[in-house]
């Protein structure tokens, strides 16, 4: 069992999050992480998932990546993750949070179902290929 804990990104973190998150654009990483808008997960001091929180609208919270190394998966850590990021929009007022994943990816989606989230919309052919993406919302 491979637990970890889960806490804000801080500036000292700010290599790891470019290396967790290839997709952000590095320049401002750092912008993020200062708005509590980057979530690392550890084990043992040694970065293991992360979470990346974006707004649609600028006010309506919504999950843009969420990661775990592989060996991290299937235990309650992806949960755990989402717990934390829960708790802290609760204190911020937030009482709804999105999400979404790629319309052929059957695991991603059943992850959400089962914690929680349901289908809200989908907005096709918007990825490469002309894959869909499906989005999700939970009530806080
Ligand atoms: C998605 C991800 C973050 C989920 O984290 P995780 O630690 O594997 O998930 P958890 O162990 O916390 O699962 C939580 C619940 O979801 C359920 N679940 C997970 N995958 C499921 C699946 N494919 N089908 C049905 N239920 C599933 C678990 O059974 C668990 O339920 P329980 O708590 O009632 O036992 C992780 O698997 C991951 O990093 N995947 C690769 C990246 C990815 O796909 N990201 C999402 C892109 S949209």
């Not at 990346?52 to 990661?67: A, F, M, V």
Request: glycine content about 12%.
């Amino acid at each position: 069992m491979n637990e970890v804990r889960v806490r804000f990104a801080t500036m000292d973190d700010l290599a790891t999050c470019g290396r967790l998150d290839k997709q952000w654009p590095k320049s401002s990483l750092a912008g993020k992480i200062a708005v509590q808008e980057y979530i690392l997960a550890e084990d043992d001091g040694d970065p293991v998932g992360c979470l990346r929180l974006e707004h649609i609208w600028g006010k309506i919270p919504y999950i843009g990546l969420i990661w775990l190394e592989p060996a991290y998966r299937g235990q309650g850590n992806g949960r755990a993750i989402l717990g934390f990021l829960e708790t802290s929009l609760r204190e911020r007022g937030h009482r709804v949070l999105l999400s979404s994943s790629q319309a052929n990816e059957a695991t991603p989606q059943a992850w959400h179902r089962a914690v929680g989230f349901r289908e809200c919309g989908i907005i096709a052919g918007i990825n490469e290929g002309g894959i869909g993406e499906v989005f999700f919302r939970k009530d806080l």
